[in-house]
Structures are given as structure tokens and as C-alpha cells.
């Protein structure tokens, strides 16, 4: 079994960054790619960024327009997302996912908020 931590959301005002931590737990060797993702109330759950076991970034949401970094230790079990110039629309539970043993992994959940 794998267990996925999230850290680090909060309340930021927009053009500010902030930096999302997960940490994961467990059968961490038996973990393949990783991701976050992130959903708000009434919509979809949508991905914002995605990284191969080997630490490459593979993917982006359309919104991220290179405002954000995935990035990922494997020494530390850790997959950190730091995100730059957040807006409004940035607004949302970020969650983080990992790949294991043929099973998808969630964490609970970190609550970002963008203020005007």
C-alpha cells in the first residue's frame, strides 16, 4: 500500500506563488509515475501536472502556460509543485496521485485559495 501527504496550501493573494508538497508512504519502490491534480466545486477533477518515475515532467493542464514546476525526490519520497503568479482561477483542493502496483493512490487533499 501506498499513502500520499499533501502540505503546504493555503490562502495567497494572486500574482504570489506558493509550493505544494506530497509525501509519500509505504510501499514507495512499487511507485511509477506521479501527479497532481486539482478540482473545485461542480467541476471535474483536472490534471496540472504530471512526472515520470524518473523525475521528467511529462504533462501540464493547458491553464499552467509555464507557471508551474513539478518536480520530484526519490530520496526524500516527495513530488513538490510549485506554482508561480497564481490567479483567482487558481482556486481549488489540489490532490496528489501516484501509480502503484497497478492501483491509482490519492492523498486527501490540500485546499489552495487565490485572493484578488
Known amino acids: 500500500q501506498v499513502q500520499l501527504a499533501e502540505s503546504g496550501g493555503g490562502l495567497v493573494q494572486a500574482g504570489e506563488s506558493l509550493k505544494l508538497s506530497c509525501l509519500a508512504s509505504g510501499k514507495t519502490w512499487t511507485i511509477g509515475g506521479m501527479a497532481w491534480y486539482r478540482q473545485t466545486p461542480g467541476k471535474e477533477r483536472e490534471l496540472v501536472a504530471r512526472i515520470t518515475r524518473g523525475g521528467v515532467p511529462r504533462e501540464f493542464g493547458d491553464f499552467v502556460k509555464g507557471r508551474f514546476t513539478i518536480r520530484r525526490d526519490k530520496n526524500k519520497n516527495t513530488v513538490d509543485l510549485q506554482m508561480n503568479n497564481l490567479t483567482p482561477e487558481a482556486t481549488a483542493v489540489y490532490s496528489c496521485?501516484?501509480?502503484?502496483?497497478?492501483?491509482?493512490?490519492w492523498g486527501q487533499g490540500t485546499q489552495v485559495t487565490v485572493s484578488t
Open positions: 496521485y501516484a501509480r502503484a502496483q497497478g492501483l491509482d493512490c
